[in-house]
């Protein structure tokens, strides 16, 4: 089974930058595509931005133009480079695994954002 852990989280005055990482392990094979998801508290959980294991991506609109996901396939980590943050952009961050074998998403426990205005 994949298992994901999550980094990178902190607090940022707004306009400041963060960079998330995800490694994942396990079964790393079953993997079709990573992804990461936020939820703010009162909101439900949105996606933020994914790439699958050819490298196509998808972003959220409101962080396309300062948000860039990547990722290393050799070593099973996903990076989510967010410049410019914004106060809106505080909420847990979530790591996504989609198992191509199980037909499940797994999911890392989770990192916190948070932006200061």
């Known amino acids: 089974q994949v298992e994901l852990v999550e980094s990178g989280g902190g607090l940022v005055q707004a306009g400041e930058s963060l960079r998330l990482s995800c490694a994942a392990s396990?079964?790393?094979?079953?993997?079709?595509?990573m992804g990461w998801y936020r939820q703010a508290p009162g909101k439900q959980r949105e996606l933020v931005a994914d790439?699958?294991?050819?490298?196509?991506?998808n972003y959220l609109d409101s962080v396309k133009d300062r948000f860039t996901i990547s990722r290393d396939i050799d070593k099973n980590t996903v990076y989510l480079q967010m410049n410019s943050l914004k106060p809106e952009a505080t909420a847990d961050y979530y790591c996504?695994?989609?198992?191509?074998?199980?037909?499940?998403?797994?999911w890392g426990r989770g990192t916190q954002v948070t932006v200061s205005s």
């Open positions: 396990g079964t790393t094979p079953s993997i079709n595509a």
């Open positions: 996504n695994a989609k198992d191509g074998v199980l037909m499940r998403d797994r």
């Open positions: 790439i699958t294991r050819r490298g196509s991506t």
